[in-house]
């Protein structure tokens, strides 16, 4: 009888510690497969998705490499497909791989993993640059995508390409960059009266003149921007290839519509203060747009308002009428600051006015 008994027991004990086990088995598999489902999946589906990017240049935290730039503005690009893909024109290459990306919560920045790269292997004259992101581009572990440029950072902090996006076709109004920088014209750039060669030439731009977007389009096969110099002059077109958008002085690369004079006109402004004038402190308030444009406007002590132009960080002028007479515009650079003449009228207004921070 007692080993009956102590059967019953013995059978009881193992259904309650396999019941005891299957529970915990199951508790565990819940809680690693709520951990699991909290982890961001790595993926192809972000901000890159879709998008050209052509290389400005690689940063190197090695004082001995310092920063390298490639041969011509376009001759390293990379466009990241939908469909986990990215194609590459590696200098007189061409180049594939895999791509993944694991957004932070912005989207704008995060991880990303590049597969191995399967290349052409001509052989290409210059600094080859393309060949060297070729290599490294599997030990890419981070992106940022800021002010409208990409940065790629290799592992342990090893250095940093910096991309500007392509096709650089897109008007102001369409988010196009505000303003352009010419680079890479072997003998200047010619700013014809229509989207042609065959055009006449209105004018010549050097590498490192600024030029106001005004729009891009094609023909014949060709990229074409409508533009004129920064500040004004003839309108005409020049060839896309020897452009690059524009950094303003605070790193940034301003784009998209400039809308500091509408909110300034309404009285929207990203700041207000008191800015020296002539000899006494005048209210003001600045309504900004990135990139050092701004527009400040300035109460006078008579209680007339004044406002001054400010694109890419250069004080442009002045909102002045016929009626007033004299009112010649003179702007000198003291420091941080900018030291303005409207006619008699004078002001001192710091960068932190125009830039922020």
Not at 60 to 88: C, H, Y
Not at 171 to 177: F, L, Q
Request: aromatic share 8%; glycine share 12%.
């Amino acid at each position: 009888m007692s080993d009956l008994m102590s059967l019953n027991v013995r059978k009881k004990q193992r259904q309650n510690f396999i019941q005891f086990t299957s529970s915990k088995i199951r508790k565990s598999l819940r809680k690693y497969l709520a951990l699991f489902l909290m982890v961001p999946v790595i993926g192809y589906g972000s901000t890159l998705e879709e998008t050209s990017w052509r290389l400005s240049e690689f940063r190197s935290m090695s004082d001995k490499i310092g920063t390298l730039k490639p041969e011509t503005p376009r001759s390293v690009q990379i466009r990241f497909g939908a469909d986990g893909t990215v194609s590459m024109l590696l200098d007189c290459n061409r180049g594939s791989a895999t791509w993944k990306v694991k957004p932070s919560t912005d989207s704008s920045s995060g991880q990303i993993q590049l597969g191995p790269v399967a290349a052409t292997l001509a052989l290409c004259p210059g600094n080859n640059l393309g060949g060297k992101f070729a290599k490294e581009a599997p030990m890419l572990r981070g992106y940022v995508i800021r002010d409208g440029r990409l940065s790629l950072s290799l592992m342990a902090d090893a250095g940093i390409y910096i991309f500007d996006p392509i096709p650089p076709k897109a008007s102001v109004e369409n988010g196009g960059p505000r303003v352009w920088e010419v680079t890479g014209a072997p003998s200047g750039l010619n700013l014809r009266s229509e989207a042609s060669t065959s055009a006449s030439i209105l004018g010549r731009f050097a590498n490192g003149e600024r030029l106001d977007n005004l729009g891009c389009e094609t023909n014949d096969g060709q990229l074409w921007c409508q533009t004129q110099r920064f500040g004004g002059g003839p309108v005409g077109y020049v060839a896309a290839d020897y452009l690059t958008p524009a950094i303003a002085p605070n790193g940034s690369m301003p784009a998209g519509t400039d809308n500091s004079a509408l909110r300034a006109g309404k009285g929207e402004f990203d700041a207000t203060g008191k800015v020296p004038c002539g000899d006494q402190w005048c209210d003001f308030g600045v309504a900004r747009a990135g990139g050092g444009f701004a527009t400040v406007v300035i109460t006078r002590p008579d209680g007339q308002k004044r406002a001054l132009f400010f694109r890419m960080g250069v004080a442009m002028g002045a909102d002045t009428a016929e009626a007033e007479g004299d009112r010649k515009f003179n702007v000198e650079r003291v420091e941080d600051n900018y030291l303005i003449r409207v006619g008699p009228e004078r002001y001192k207004i710091p960068d932190a006015v125009i830039f922020g921070g």
